[in-house]
Structure formats: structure tokens, C-alpha cells
């Protein structure tokens, strides 16, 4: 089968979390896969492979998600540019969620604050505060995380705050910059 867009991700939570936020911004019309991988080795590994696989169908566009985690963001986009135009995508998608995912939820407390049924204004009321209004500088948003809403478990519970999340109002640079990629693309096939 061939797609339109093909998302290849690092992490099985990201793909939960990308499975309900992507049917509310792709068009119908537009086709799309997400394929998770289990950490960032397998997902290098398996990058051209998948372009490979999809050679018979040069208009699939590629988007890439991987995490920054303590790596240089540059370097690592340039790492995974080089792993794609060496199989023969040269126009793949590459995005870094600075530093992790957990980074897109602490920039939508309203939406954790709703994911865990807390009182209201229990958590969204921290969104000023300084370490959430910018939660990409965070080295460690999966603890502070944690710290907030002790029961969070990465694996599982992306999906609780996933159909939260506002796609318009998330502190979180990387996910804003995210979505708007996923919607220049869409725009870009719909035309073409």
C-alpha cells in the first residue's frame, strides 16, 4: 500500500499520542502511517530500510520524530538528514521534540490538569510559572512531569492526555513547530 505521509518514530508513546492528535489536523484524503520503533538505534537503523521500501512511490512524504533528550539538536537533525539522503530521500521531514514528549504535555497543564481529573486550576495555574511557560528548555520534563502527577507513567499514559491537548495553545515551541510542519506538508499535497 502506499501513503501519502509516513511517520517514523522513536518511541511507542509518541505514536499514541500522534494517533490522536494527527486525524484532527490531516485532511481526509490524505493517507498516512505511523510506525514506531523502540528507541533511537532501531529507529536509525530501520530509516533506510523504509525509504527503501517505499522507493515504488516517490511522492510519499517522510517525517521523522526523535527526541533530543542530551544530544545537540542540530547535529542530531543533521545525523538523521544524512541517514535519509544517503538511502535517497532527500526531502524528509525531520522533526526534534526538544528534549522529550513529555515536554509537549507540560506545555498544556490545562490538558494533564483534565487527563487526571484534578480540581480545576490545580496544575494549569502553573503555566506561568517560569520553568513551564518555555517546557523545551527542561532537561528532564519526564520527572518534572512526575513530580506534578506522581502516578505518570510514559509508557501508558500518553494516551490519557493526548486527546487534551490543545493544538493551539502548548508552550511548547517543538510541538507548535510540529504541527505546523504536518500542516505546510498537507497543504503541499492537497495542491499538488
Known amino acids: 500500500m502506499s501513503y501519502d505521509l509516513i511517520f517514523l518514530l522513536e518511541e511507542p508513546s509518541l505514536k499514541d499520542v500522534l494517533e490522536i492528535i494527527l486525524p484532527k489536523i490531516i485532511p481526509i484524503g490524505i493517507t498516512y502511517i505511523c510506525i514506531s520503533h523502540q528507541g533511537k538505534q532501531d529507529l536509525a537503523k530501520s530509516i533506510p530500510i523504509k525509504i527503501k521500501a517505499f522507493k515504488f512511490s516517490p511522492h510519499t512524504q517522510f517525517i521523522i520524530v526523535h527526541d533530543q533528550d542530551s544530544h545537540d539538536c542540530k547535529q542530531l537533525k543533521s545525523e538523521l538528514v544524512k541517514i535519509c539522503r ?44 517560569k520553568k513551564f511557560r518555555n517546557p523545551d528548555q527542561l532537561n528532564s520534563a519526564k520527572q518534572e512531569l512526575r513530580n506534578l502527577v506522581k502516578e505518570y507513567y510514559p509508557g501508558t499514559h500518553s494516551k490519557k492526555i493526548a486527546p487534551y491537548l490543545s493544538l493551539q495553545n502548548n508552550k511548547s515551541r517543538s510541538f507548535l513547530i510540529f504541527l505546523k510542519g504536518i500542516m505546510k506538508v498537507c497543504e503541499f499535497i492537497l495542491h499538488n
Not at 526538544?98 to 486550576?121: I, M, T
Open 86 to 129: 544517503i538511502a535517497g530521500k532527500q526531502d524528509a521531514m525531520i522533526r526534534i521534540i526538544c528534549h522529550e514528549l513529555e515536554s509537549w504535555f507540560l506545555g498544556d497543564l490545562l490538558a494533564v490538569e483534565k487527563a487526571y481529573n484534578l480540581p480545576e486550576n490545580t496544575l494549569s495555574k502553573k503555566q506561568t510559572y
